[in-house]
Every structure is written in C-alpha cells, then in structure tokens.
C-alpha cells in the first residue's frame, strides 16, 4: 500500500518537473525581507511589553498612596509622603492659621463686609491641602500619573500655586450684605440744623448710594488672591446730588425774635435767629468724601431777651405817674373819680395795643354806678352825670406823657383845670372827644390807679421795662390870646406843650414837640374896658374852635 503511494507522488513529481522545466521558475524573496519582518515583529512585541509594563508601573503608582517625590503646598514640602505624613507636616507648619483668614472689606459710611478666604476658594482648608497633594499623579490615567511622575523627578510642583477658581456666588452674598448694611448706614436724615452747636450738618449720600458692584466684585477677587487681609472701595456708579441749599436755608433760617406775650397775654417763647451761606455751604459739600459729615457754619443771632429774661423784665419800672388833688370834691364827683380809676387799675397793654378811655370806662350811667357832679358844658359848670371824671383821664395823660407813649387822640379843656399845669390835662365826653394813646413799648405796660384817701390824691402809674432810661421833664410855653374886638383884652392862652428828654447822668438829649392847647378865662377873670359887658361865651364865638361838651 505504501510503495503504490510512493510510486504515484514520484509520477507527479517527475510530470510537475516536466512541465515546470517547460515554464521558467519564480525567483525566491531575499533573505532581508525575513530579517525586517523579524525586526518589526520583536519591536512590536517590545513595545506592548514596555507599554504593559508603563501600565503596570503607573498603575503602582496611582494606588501606592504616596504622594510625588517633589510635591509642594503652598510652599510646604510634602513629597513622598502618605495622606498622614502630609496632614503632620501641614500641621508642623501652621497650615490651620490659614483657615481663619478673612478680607475684611471697609465701605462708606462705616458699612462693610467679610470674606472667607476658605469659602470663597481663595484658599484651601488642611484637609483640601492633603488630598491635593494626594490627588496630584494618583487622579488621571496610569500613563498621565507615570508621566507626572517622572518628570516631577525634574521639576518640583507646588500643587496649590497659580490662580484659584474662586466661589462668586459666595463672594456675592457677602457683598449684598455689605450693600445692605451701607444702605442701612445711608438712611439718616439728610440735614440737621442744630443752632446750639451752631451747625448745620449733612450726610453726603444720605438716602442711598450706587456702588458699583461690578468693580467691587473684581476689586475683592483681586484682594483675595493677593492675599490681603483688608480692602477699602468707595466707587459709585453715581455721586450723590448736592443738596438745594437755596431751599434749605429759607427752611432753617430764620430772624431773631424776642419773647413776647400774645393776645391772651401768654409768654410766646423766644427765637433764636439763624442763617449761613450757601456758597459756602456748596464749596463743603463738594470737598467732602461719600458718607462723610459736611459741616456748615450757622450764624446765630440771639433774641435781645427769652421768655425767661422776659418775665423777669415784665413791669420792672415805674415808666411814667402823675399825681394830683382833689380837695374840696364832693362825695359824687370823689366816687365817680374812684370808679373810672377802678377801670384802669391793672389794665395791660401789649405792645402795640391802643388804648381808648371811653371804650375802657364805658358809657357814665347812674346804671354803672356813676353821680352827678358838676362839669363844664358850654362853658358853664353844671351838673353832669359822671362829672370828674376828667381828672382821670387827665392824670393819665400826664403819666403817659412821662412815659413817653405814643398820644393818637387827646383835647385839652376850655378851662384850666385846678389839679394840673397849663397843657397837661385830657378832656373826655361820652362819644367824643376822646383820650387815645398807644403802648409803642417793645414789652407790655400796666396802669395802676389809685385813691389815697388821707391825701385827698389821685395816684396814676404806668409800669413797664426802661431799657434806655431817659428821663422826661415837660414844660410849656404860654402865649396870651387877646379878644378880637378889644386887642388889649386877654380873654385866654394859647400853650405849647414840650418834652425835654436827658439821660440817666442828667445830660440833655433832645427836645420834641408835644401839643398846643387853648384855655380861656371864665367871665370874672377878664378885664373887659369900662362900661363893656360881654361874656365869655360870646368870645368863643370870635375863636374857630369847635363847641365842646367836656367833663371836668
């Protein structure tokens, strides 16, 4: 079986010869190629076996729990060490000091805020520090933690150098904080006028600021990563308008004004005058920074006198008073003088108040409790309801004359009276005439009128404040009045009443002009010629003076 095997491959192999001889043979490869193949077949094979073992090496080295022979934190060696030996060596070195930094951050008015250096990423606790450390070449892949690995063998790496991603969500909660309490600081009162201290104050930005917050944001993030510990910003999206001050002055100033007394005679307390200037006022304002006081001057002026000074001046002096007699009165015309004296005793007079003698007496009625005595009335002394009562309102002109008061209305009477000087005395007839003066005084005034009835006197005072302390002297200058008819006959006087004025030394001042009054004779004192009967009424008729009906 085996030889019909052998038999049958010669036979194919001598045919295959056969017709191989009759087509030429193919050249064989060189030996070279084989050699090449080889090669690339061995480098191939290297390289799988130098990149299994870069594998297998830098797996060790990702899972050998020790961190790179040249790793730094923050400047602190740490290299080759385990996440113990790590946490040790930070210790050693103070790393948990820097946990409690903070960037304080100072705005105006006081306000500001903190930022946590851990919080906002600026920097990192001990614990973030090791596992830096830890996490440097151990994090990537097995090739990547062999190549930081090998070339750290080079150059050292400080795994927490270069810029920090910092937490702006954080950063901003503390700056909104930090607006909010400048908002809080900024919501004073924009101006107080204090005229005790004499200033007028300002809060530059009272009722709220813009910050810019978009710089203020950047300005943290830049203080932060420089490490520093404080900050001041002020910038504004816009500066604070300057104030009105036109509008504020006529709002805080006002004139001096002395206490007085009202209608109702209460004390209306003093004003203290104040004022300052504008233009100053602006040129402050404009030199001061945001949120700080601008001070302005005030200029005070003070009152001549306040409430208290007031009623402390209320009826100090004795201004002006007239005396005078009524000896020989009756009974009716004494009561009828003691009644229209009780109408003045105690009557006041606020400054620039009129007084009238009619409307304060009132109407002479038996109903208010006058009696007839005797007047004059055309001449002629009769019996008039109410008769003396011209000695009070002519005691009181005297007295106001001293008291240098203002007179609006007063009649002298046809005859001279018994109880006072040529030019000294006041008519007055229920209607008219009338005795009016005014109290031109800066203070009140008070009438006190009194009987003293020993002395058969009536006593007439007006009591206020002398400031000045003038003194008053009056006296007169008489000119005969002849009859038309017999020039040499003097039927009476024409006198001009004057008010010499000196100071408290006793040196004259000045001289003013009072009044010119008329009186006449009564029909026994004139010397007419011999053999001429005339009466006085028919002198009056000769004289342009008006009829009048007065009291004596």
């Known amino acids: 079986m085996q030889d019909q095997f052998d038999k049958l491959m010669e036979s194919k192999i001598s045919s295959g010869q056969e017709k191989k001889s009759e087509i030429p043979p193919k050249k064989k490869p060189p030996r070279r190629g084989k050699r090449i193949a080889l090669k690339l077949a061995l480098a191939l094979c290297l390289v799988v076996l130098l990149i299994c073992g870069?594998?297998?090496?830098?797996?060790?080295?990702?899972?050998?729990?020790?961190?790179?022979?040249?790793?730094?934190?923050?400047?602190?060696?740490?290299?080759?060490?385990?996440?113990?030996?790590?946490?040790?060596?930070?210790?050693?070195?103070?790393?948990?000091?820097?946990?409690?930094?903070?960037?304080?951050?100072?705005?105006?008015?006081?306000?500001?805020?903190?930022?946590?250096y851990l919080r906002s990423g600026a920097a990192v606790s001990r614990e973030q520090a090791v596992a830096a450390a830890k996490t440097y070449g151990h994090d990537a892949g097995v090739f990547t933690n062999l190549w930081r690995w090998l070339t750290n063998h080079i150059s050292p790496v400080d795994v927490l150098a270069g810029e920090r991603t910092l937490d702006k969500s954080y950063i901003q909660s503390c700056m909104d904080q930090g607006i909010l309490s400048l908002s809080a600081a900024l919501s004073?009162?924009?101006?107080?006028?204090?005229?005790?201290?004499?200033?007028?104050?300002?809060?530059?930005?009272?009722?709220?600021?813009?910050?810019?917050?978009?710089?203020?944001?950047?300005?943290v993030a830049t203080a932060l990563r420089a490490g520093e510990k404080t900050m001041r910003f002020e910038k504004l999206r816009h500066e604070p308008p300057m104030p009105n001050f036109e509008q504020i002055r006529d709002q805080v100033c006002v004139e001096a004004q002395s206490a007085y007394y009202s209608e109702s005679f209460e004390v209306v307390p003093e004003v203290v005058g104040v004022s300052f200037d504008p233009q100053q006022a602006a040129q402050l304002w404009q030199a001061a920074g945001i949120a700080e006081e601008v001070v302005v001057p005030l200029e005070i002026t003070q009152p001549l006198y306040t409430a208290e000074q007031l009623k402390g001046l209320l009826f100090r002096d004795l201004l002006g008073a007239q005396m005078t007699y009524y000896y020989g009165s009756t009974a009716e015309r004494i009561n009828n003088i003691r009644l229209a004296a009780s109408k003045l005793d105690g009557l006041i007079l606020l400054p620039g108040e009129s007084f009238s003698y009619?409307?304060?007496?009132?109407?002479?009625?038996?109903?208010?409790?006058?009696?007839?005595?005797?007047?004059?009335?055309?001449?002629?002394?009769?019996?008039?309801?109410?008769?003396?009562?011209?000695?009070v309102s002519s005691t009181l002109y005297s007295a106001a004359l001293y008291s240098r008061l203002k007179i609006l209305s007063r009649t002298n009477h046809y005859f001279k009276v018994g109880y006072l000087d040529l030019g000294m005395d006041a008519t007055v007839s229920w209607g008219a005439p009338d005795f009016k003066f005014r109290n031109d005084k800066e203070l009140p005034i008070k009438l006190a009128a009194y009987l003293n009835e020993d002395e058969s006197s009536l006593v007439i005072e007006i009591w206020g404040t002398d400031f000045d302390g003038v003194k008053v002297k009056l006296r007169h200058e008489d000119t005969p009045i002849y009859d038309e008819q017999y020039p040499d006959v003097q039927i009476g006087w024409n006198?001009?009443?004057?008010?010499?004025?000196?100071?408290?030394?006793?040196?004259?001042?000045?001289?003013?002009?009072?009044?010119?009054?008329?009186?006449?004779?009564?029909?026994?004192d004139i010397e007419w010629p011999e053999g001429v009967e005339k009466h006085l009424s028919d002198a009056f008729n000769t004289t342009p003076e008006p009829a009048r009906d007065p009291y004596m």
């Open 54 to 116: 870069a594998a297998v090496w830098g797996y060790t080295l990702s899972v050998n729990g020790r961190n790179l022979p040249q790793v730094y934190v923050n400047g602190v060696f740490v290299g080759n060490m385990t996440p113990e030996e790590t946490e040790a060596a930070l210790r050693q070195a103070k790393w948990d000091a820097l946990e409690g930094e903070s960037l304080s951050v100072s705005l105006p008015a006081g306000a500001g805020f903190t930022v946590d």
């Open 188 to 219: 004073k009162t924009p101006w107080t006028a204090d005229p005790e201290s004499a200033k007028l104050v300002l809060f530059k930005g009272a009722g709220g600021v813009e910050l810019d917050t978009d710089a203020l944001y950047d300005a």
């Open 358 to 391: 009619n409307d304060t007496v009132g109407k002479r009625t038996q109903e208010a409790g006058f009696q007839y005595a005797d007047a004059y009335s055309d001449g002629q002394v009769v019996p008039e309801l109410g008769g003396g009562i011209c000695q």
């Open 495 to 524: 006198v001009k009443t004057y008010s010499d004025l000196y100071d408290l030394d006793g040196n004259y001042m000045d001289t003013s002009y009072v009044s010119t009054s008329v009186y006449y004779f009564h029909d026994e």
